[in-house]
């Protein structure tokens, strides 16, 4: 498989969201790697990932995925980061592993219950017969990078970056409406029941983020009442991309005092 492994300290791994790709995230692997070890590869059905994905297996592939990555990186332990689509991932993985997570962080993370909308089930409909009018609809998403900016002309630039890396790295909408339907046999309310790693639930601002909304990503602390919670300002759902400082602010502080909390336990 096929991993990113920068930066040094404590380990984190980067588990992507719905799009697959770990060069979407870019940003925030660059600011992350200058206080963790930050480990990071794209969703296993990506031809550019080399992983193992079994259609049979579905959504266990990307599980499983994560102790692999971490196998390869040499890395018993890490703190477990997971992006939108991800975040079910990642909390998946705290649950069956919990003895190789040593903090869990749920980024603008789909809850266990999540279900498509109308507009997501408008586009399954045929994924690739709609995909030109998806991407204009991403349009929808300036008003989030331009709020994370400072000023117009600000804005448009970071749009355009954006934009760039996203065609330069393109998804496929045929997988991502793959990784949709997989959920479909998921059921993870009572493993998730079993996380006791300590959890971080970090959002933008409600009314920043057109994806998914704040209010499901806080049903991971109903689940977990001792889980954390932090908002990165003026941004929504793209927060780890169009404010990476901030985003790192938040992580990094929660992973490395995660593990040094880890570290006493065992020399206890």
């Avoid at 297996?57 to 196998?71: K, L, N, P, T």
């Avoid at 991403?138 to 749009?159: F, H, N, Q, W």
């Avoid at 909408?173 to 997989?182: D, N």
């Avoid at 790693?197 to 409600?206: I, K, N, Q, S, Y």
């Amino acid at each position: 498989m096929n991993i990113v492994a920068v930066g040094s300290g404590p380990p984190i791994v980067i588990v992507p969201g719905i799009q697959g790709r770990w060069e979407w995230m870019k940003p925030a692997v660059d600011a992350l790697a200058a206080g963790c070890r930050v480990i990071t590869f794209s969703l296993a059905d990506e031809p550019t990932c080399g992983g193992r994905f079994d259609p049979a297996h579905g959504f266990e592939s990307y599980v499983d995925q994560i102790s692999d990555a971490m196998d390869q990186a040499g890395v018993a332990k890490a703190a477990v980061c997971g992006v939108s689509y991800g975040g079910l991932i990642a909390a998946a993985f705290a649950a069956r592993h919990p003895e190789r997570v040593s903090s869990l962080l749920l980024v603008s993370a789909i809850p266990p219950a999540w279900a498509p909308d109308a507009r997501v089930r408008f586009y399954l409909r045929a994924p690739v017969l709609l995909s030109p009018l998806f991407l204009v609809g991403s349009l929808r998403m300036y008003k989030e990078i331009a709020a994370a900016t400072d000023g117009v002309l600000p804005g448009m630039a970071a749009a355009a970056r954006h934009a760039f890396n996203a065609l330069t790295h393109m998804f496929s909408p045929a997988r991502m409406a793959r990784r949709v339907h997989l959920l479909g046999p998921v059921n993870l309310d009572r493993e998730l029941e079993r996380v006791t790693a300590p959890t971080l639930v970090v959002t933008g601002e409600d009314a920043l983020d057109r994806v998914v909304p704040t209010r499901l990503t806080h049903e991971y602390l109903r689940l977990w009442p001792d889980a954390q919670r932090a908002t990165i300002r003026r941004t929504g759902h793209l927060g780890l991309i169009t404010r990476p400082g901030d985003f790192a602010a938040v992580v990094v502080p929660f992973v490395k005092a995660a593990a040094r909390t880890q570290e006493r336990r065992r020399v206890v």
